[in-house]
């Protein structure tokens, strides 16, 4: 069992926490005779376009009170649910995602005065997170929100429908590059890979090329989806022996 303590320590890559496997001693899988431990990180990674795009569209109105700030938030927010619904944008993909009613201040008479500040009206705010899936009518979405009486766009984020044929085509291209770099370090030991006897993943997507709002209102929005990257990474355990 000297040649597999040797082995270990020379090529064994340290895993981070997240992906170490969650197994107690006695499950660990156990060598045979002549057998050495190899222990392999490898990446893959598929490429493809995204299909749901995501913004969140804010409105920002005032009044002299907290009511009449709200009662004008509310119709503006309609007007924006409104555009959206009319370019397809289902119900479900619709969401507040945040509201708040502040109190504006008149803190430079308070200064000037020595008084304390004062309230001289109210600002209502709202945030409404869309789904929109018709990316090529994106950037006429985004006009007639804005045209609705939309303040500001954030985003957009784009996203896959379904992640699941990316993630898989990631996997099968990670465990096969896992594979190969197995095969060679135990080709130029002279042994053979033996079987597998432990594997653990992480995964991520990341967004590649541009994927901005790049214009005002003033001009048409110009938007460009690029291209989303599903990585996994994958923590291989193999048991090596000779040929």
Known sequence: MRLAGL???ALAVSLPAAA??????SAQPRLEPGEAL???EAQGSHVSTPDVMRMTVGTVTTGRTAREATN???LVS?????????FGVERRDIQTSSLSVDPQMDEDRADREGR???ITGYVAKNDIELRFRDLARAPELIDALFEAGANSVEGPRFSLSDPLPAQRLARR???AAAREQADTYAEALGMRV???LQLSERGEVDAMGFNGLINSTIAPVSLEAGVLQTRVTVNVEYAIAPR
């Not at 170490?20 to 001693?25: D, E, K, L, V």
């Not at 309609?78 to 009319?86: N, T």
């Open 7 to 9: 082995i270990a320590a």
């Open 20 to 25: 170490r496997a969650q197994t107690s001693p």
């Open 38 to 40: 190899l222990r392999i």
């Open 72 to 74: 004008s938030n509310n």
């Open 78 to 86: 309609a007007k924006l649910v409104a555009a959206a619904r009319a």
């Open 116 to 118: 304390e500040p004062r």
């Open 173 to 175: 291209a990670a465990v």
């Open 194 to 196: 033996a079987r597998v």
